[in-house]
């Protein structure tokens, strides 16, 4: 069972590149969320999807779009990256009998040069 | 908009000292407490959770927290800190909306 998975752990954007970071769950869980964290801003919601099908905006949507695939996935697009986008990015879901306890994936370090 | 505040952004402590860090949060209706904790490289997992009923809850690794409603507070604590417990905590309060919104996070040292 491995949980949530996501991918690339590491990527390095010159300013201006597009990229796509992918996750993924197994869980069969309902919602999925992207965050982003920065040192001393905790974690900050950038898009969530309650379900399949369904997308919204979290606190810091702009730059960054994203697909709920199907169930099981949840992808997080940068059209343009910019330094400020440099980060570490997690892929979270929840659902279930475990409802609102939230499952991370490892994250993803994103650096914008 | 609900907002959650952690007091302490840095803690630093010796080994056998007792922990608390302090927790407020801004919702007036029902809500879900949970903290989470983020070892060094590693993912966020979750520490305790409260949903109903008794306000002192106990999550793994002798922690537990206390949901103190007429303050808004969910304060972490444990007895007794070890090395190993040296990573970053998060408050977490769920309010509903299928979101939940972390607090900015405590950076906890404990020195051997």
């Known amino acids: 069972n491995a949980g949530v998975t996501q991918t690339p752990k590491f990527q390095v954007l010159k300013t201006g590149q597009s990229m796509t970071l992918q996750c993924a769950q197994d869980?069969?869980?309902?919602?999925m969320y992207w965050y982003r964290q920065d040192p001393g801003m905790g974690l900050r919601l950038i898009y969530y999807s309650a379900s399949e099908g369904t997308t919204d905006k979290g606190e810091v949507p702009n730059g960054y779009n994203v697909s709920r695939l199907n169930k099981r996935e949840f992808s997080l697009r940068l059209e343009s990256a910019a330094p400020s986008q440099t980060s570490v990015y997690f892929c979270?879901?929840?659902?279930?009998?475990?409802?609102?306890?939230?499952?991370f994936g490892a994250g993803s370090r994103l650096t914008v040069l | 908009a609900q907002s959650v505040s952690q007091h302490n952004h840095h803690v630093i402590l010796s080994e056998a000292a007792s922990l608390e860090l302090g927790c407020n949060y801004s919702?007036?209706?029902?809500?879900?407490l949970f903290w989470y904790v983020q070892y060094p490289g590693q993912h966020l997992q979750l520490l305790l959770k409260?949903?109903?009923?008794?306000?002192l809850v106990k999550g793994i690794k002798g922690f537990e927290a206390e949901f103190i409603k007429s303050k808004f507070s969910f304060n972490l604590r444990k007895p007794s800190v070890q090395w190993s417990d040296t990573a970053e905590y998060f408050c977490a309060p769920y309010t509903g909306f299928q979101k939940l919104v972390f607090g900015t996070g405590t950076r906890l040292l404990v020195s051997p």
């Open positions: 919702y007036g209706g029902t809500v879900n």
């Open positions: 979270a879901s929840t659902g279930g009998s475990g409802a609102n306890v939230l499952t």
């Open positions: 409260y949903f109903s009923g008794d306000p």
């Open positions: 869980m069969n869980h309902n919602s």
